[in-house]
């Protein structure tokens, strides 16, 4: 080939290497928090940030894509999945220019100094209450992606919305978990979606809510990940020794059933209340730090579940703080890692909120690691050299 053809196909082929270099993920790694704010006592937005650093927390979510969050993010290289509250969907079910207005205010102008990974549009819309956002959420969803793949955003920012365990008919055993019929008139186009453009399915799923409903047939244990004899799925002959995974297999079950096999799962809620009402079995201190320190540690082995083992599980632990505005029973507001003053609500390997002078200097803005980085360098120094040769 000529010189000028030559050239151009080593401009296309550093693009392409460069746009995947560049290419941003919801979700690193496997462990996330939910940063809710439902609350008039937390530390402020830039405390929360030193806070989660100290943590070495990377993924964390918001309900709603406050200004002065993103703000506080900024640089940090935590990333974060925003919120478009239930509130909004009617409107942007309408047309792709609200969704469009909606990220020139939130998203685009944050970017890419704050690390806004993903967008749920909704949260438990399908199997709750309001049947008119059951009717509105899926021209929503394609509104907002429609609106930023005409901003260029697509492949930075993932397009989602979690359900609740209210979209299944049952749960157990694992195997046998299908979508309630009047959910998957809605939820089977929205799947066809979301497989279309590479988006998991995200579920709320609490061994804590399974437990309290029916302490008398679930085994305490089987709910914290402790020693016991846990239960085997006669139809796949699969054991399990720990609730988690079977909620998370359950979802597997029936994205399967609903012909999506290869739909990656991920927790976008999970959590333990260490306070309840005197009806509200299991919330307790000592039952939430063995919860959640034993699914950090069941994370941070970064295996996949008995039905999908080459899926990593990864969750979002719910919640950060203690929410003290929460409406319902006491169980609501007591779902915290960390108290409202950033000290920890119990010992599950975390530091309390340290004073901002004692906190390591910030890193401006990373997107790409070390491998990447070395691939991407010694492409431009090839580039270099042959555009030299000409």
């Given at each position: 080939?000529g010189s000028s053809s030559f050239f151009l196909w080593l401009l296309l082929v550093f693009s392409a290497i460069s746009s995947n270099v560049l290419t941003v993920y919801a979700f690193k790694g496997t462990y996330g928090v939910n940063y809710g704010r439902i609350a008039d006592n937390l530390p402020s937005p830039g405390s929360v940030v030193t806070l989660l650093k100290a943590a070495k927390i990377k993924n964390t979510r918001i309900y709603d894509a406050d200004h002065e969050v993103l703000k506080a993010f900024k640089g940090s290289g935590i990333e974060i999945i925003i919120g478009l509250g ?305």
């Open positions: 080939m239930n509130e909004y969907l009617k409107e942007m079910s309408v047309g792709e220019d609200r969704a469009m207005d909606w990220i020139k205010e939130n998203v685009q102008p944050f970017l890419p100094g704050t690390k806004i990974v993903g967008i749920a549009v909704g949260n438990e819309i399908l199997g709750g209450g309001d049947h008119e956002l059951w009717e509105v959420l899926l021209p929503s969803v394609k509104n907002v992606y429609g609106a930023l793949g005409r901003l260029g955003l697509t492949k930075v920012v993932e397009v989602s919305s979690p359900h609740s365990e209210a979209v299944f008919t049952n749960s157990f055993p694992p195997s046998a978990c299908v979508f309630k019929d009047d959910v998957l008139v809605y939820m089977k186009p929205l799947l066809q979606f979301f497989s279309k453009i590479g988006s998991p399915f995200y579920i709320n799923a609490y061994p804590f809510l399974a437990y309290k409903s029916d302490p008398e047939h679930i085994d305490i244990n089987y709910a914290l990940f402790k020693s016991n004899p846990g239960i085997l799925d006669s139809k796949t002959n699969l054991h399990y020794d720990n609730m988690f995974e079977a909620q998370v297999d359950a979802a597997y079950a029936a994205l399967e059933k609903a012909g999506f096999p290869k739909m990656e799962v991920i927790v976008s809620e999970t959590g333990w209340a260490s306070r309840g009402d005197a009806d509200e079995a299991g919330a307790s201190l000592e039952n939430a730090r063995t919860y959640n320190r034993n699914l950090r540690k069941r994370l941070a082995k970064k295996k996949g579940t008995p039905y999908r083992p080459k899926f990593v599980a990864r969750a979002y632990i719910f919640a950060l703080f203690n929410e003290n505005l929460k409406p319902g029973p006491t169980s609501e507001r007591n779902f915290g890692l960390f108290k409202a003053d950033g000290s920890i609500a119990y010992d599950i390997g975390f530091t309390g909120l340290k004073d901002s002078s004692g906190a390591s200097s910030l890193i401006p803005f990373k997107v790409i690691g070390g491998s990447s980085c070395t691939l991407l360098l010694t492409t431009c120094i090839t580039l270099q050299l042959l555009i030299s040769a000409f």
